[in-house]
């Protein structure tokens, strides 16, 4: 059974730079077969995809944020990280990592979500 | 890209058919195959529950149905059980800028 775990900060501070890190278990993100997106859920908005990292580091993000936001990947490690930077209180949100499988355009596995706030 | 759009909440009492809309545009739900749902149980990882319109993973039983017509998904949950009160997303791949779209979520109260 894939499971994926999100760790990092639960407080970040204005303007400092939010570091996520979701580490993957019961599947190798070096398959090649998957993406490894971000998304996140702003209180009282729905959810919002963030981008996603292929194995290689190859990365596609969402427009909206992608002037702030770096993708990495550690395949020893099998985690994949995300660093927004300048954060503002709209960023406070529930952050998710999930597996995306392209042949499908669908999330498959998902991790439970960490709550970041930003705040000084 | 913006949301799509669901009710806020759906209730309904045990044993009864629920049905929740999800409603985009022709670039996303109207112009591909690739919409699905989640179940989110607060607290917990979200699950996928359909994919592809109406394709179901195994882990979830035939009471839960996807359907689409036009640029309005749809999910039917028969048989209405405790255990179906949660949070439903929809998504679908757009041809935006923007790969994938979800919706706004609606909340599932069993009476």
């Known amino acids: 059974q894939v499971q994926l775990q999100e760790s990092g900060p639960g407080l970040v501070k204005p303007s400092q730079t939010l570091p996520l890190t979701c580490t993957v278990s019961g599947g190798s993100i070096s398959s090649g077969i998957h993406y490894w997106t971000w998304t996140r859920q702003i209180p009282g908005k729905g959810l919002e995809w963030i981008g996603y990292i292929y194995y290689s580091g190859r990365t596609y993000f969402n427009p909206s944020l992608r002037s702030r936001l770096t993708m990495s990947v550690d395949t020893s490690k099998n985690q994949f990280s995300l660093n927004l930077t300048s954060v503002t209180a709209a960023d406070t949100a529930v952050y998710y990592c999930?597996?995306?499988?392209?042949?499908?355009?669908?999330?498959?596995?998902w991790g439970q979500g960490i709550q970041v706030t930003v705040s000084s | 890209q913006s949301a799509l759009t669901q009710p806020a909440s759906v209730s309904g009492s045990p044993g009864q058919s629920i049905t929740i809309s999800c409603t985009g545009t022709s670039s996303d739900i109207g112009d591909n195959k690739y919409v699905s749902w989640y179940q989110h149980h607060p607290g917990k990882a979200p699950k996928l529950l359909i994919y592809d319109v109406n394709k179901r993973p195994s882990e979830f039983s035939d009471r839960f149905a996807g359907s689409k017509s036009g640029n309005t998904a749809s999910l039917t949950i028969s048989g209405l059980q405790a255990d179906d009160e949660a949070d439903y997303y929809c998504s679908s791949y757009t041809t935006n800028d923007t790969p994938y779209v979800f919706g706004t979520g609606t909340r599932v109260t069993v009476l």
């Open positions: 999930a597996r995306t499988a392209p042949s499908h355009n669908h999330f498959d596995y």
